[in-house]
């Protein structure tokens, strides 16, 4: 037994239910069942979050995505899907070997809120953000 759960379920010392595996990815469904369905992607390789993954891994974990998707919403007749990732304990992350949420909804009404505010754009203060951002992509 590691102190990760999700190695621990990788290497089966902990049970799961689990939907789709390959050598480098596994899918099965989160114990908390936000919605029927809610599953979790996660890589094999033990990685934090996604700020901590190299594209190699990130291209293995999201590249499995769609697929698993689909697969959840055809088999659980949902007519749609959140997609979610949580970084970092403020951001809601309380597991930390990385992982994407899949999370299945039924109706608009199912008490699950995820809305973005919107604000008055102050395209000066935008514009010298977005700089800051683009400079430390092209570092
Ligand atoms: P986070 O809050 O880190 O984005 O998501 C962690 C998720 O892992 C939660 O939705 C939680 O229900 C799920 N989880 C925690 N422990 C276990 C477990 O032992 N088995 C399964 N299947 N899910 C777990
Ligand atoms: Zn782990």
């Known amino acids: 037994m590691t102190d990760c759960i999700f190695c621990n379920i990788i290497a089966g010392e902990i049970p799961s239910c689990k939907v789709y595996e390959d050598q480098e990815v596994l899918a099965f469904l989160d114990i908390s069942q936000t919605t029927p369905g809610h599953t979790l992607v996660i890589p094999k390789e033990h990685v934090r979050n996604i700020l901590d993954m ?32 949580n ?10 070997h990385a992982h994407v949420h899949l999370v299945p909804r039924y109706s608009e009404n199912d008490g699950i809120n995820i809305t973005y505010s919107v604000h008055e754009p102050d395209f000066n203060i935008l514009g010298k953000m977005a700089e800051q951002i683009a400079q430390e992509v092209r570092a």
């Open 87 to 96: 970084n970092e304990p403020i951001a809601g992350q309380t597991v930390f």
């Open 54 to 85: 190299s594209e190699s891994t990130a291209s293995v974990l999201f590249s499995r995505v769609p697929k698993i998707a689909r697969a959840v919403q055809k088999a659980m007749d949902a007519p749609a899907m959140n997609i979610i990732n």
